[in-house]
C-alpha cells in the first residue's frame, strides 16, 4: 500500500509531466496570458474609471452619494 501515491501528487505529476514536455502549448500558453492580462487590466483602466474618486474629495461624500443612490432609487 505504500507505494500507491496520492490523488493530489497523481494530479500534479500529470499537469507537471505535461507542461514540461510542450513545445508548442509553452507559446500557447503565454500568448493566452497576455490576452488575459490585456482583458483584465488594460481594459478595466480604460473603460472603468473610479468615478466616485474623481467626483467626491473624501470618504465621507462617497459613502453618502453610495448611500442616496441606494435609497432614492
Known amino acids: 500500500m505504500s507505494n ?3 490523488l493530489p501528487r497523481r494530479i500534479w505529476d500529470l499537469y507537471y509531466e505535461g507542461f514540461r ?3 508548442v502549448g509553452k507559446t500557447l ?6 490576452k488575459v ?3 483584465f487590466v488594460v481594459m478595466k483602466l480604460l473603460f472603468f ?3 466616485l474618486k474623481r467626483d467626491f474629495s473624501t470618504d465621507e461624500e462617497r459613502a453618502s452619494h453610495v448611500r442616496n ?3 432614492n432609487r
Not at 500558453?29 to 497576455?34: F, N, T
Request: glycine share 0%; hydrophobic share 65%.
Open 4 to 6: 500507491i501515491r496520492s
Open 21 to 23: 514536455s510542450m513545445s
Open 29 to 34: 500558453w503565454m500568448i493566452i496570458l497576455l
Open 37 to 39: 492580462f490585456i482583458f
Open 49 to 51: 474609471p473610479n468615478v
Open 69 to 71: 443612490e441606494l435609497i
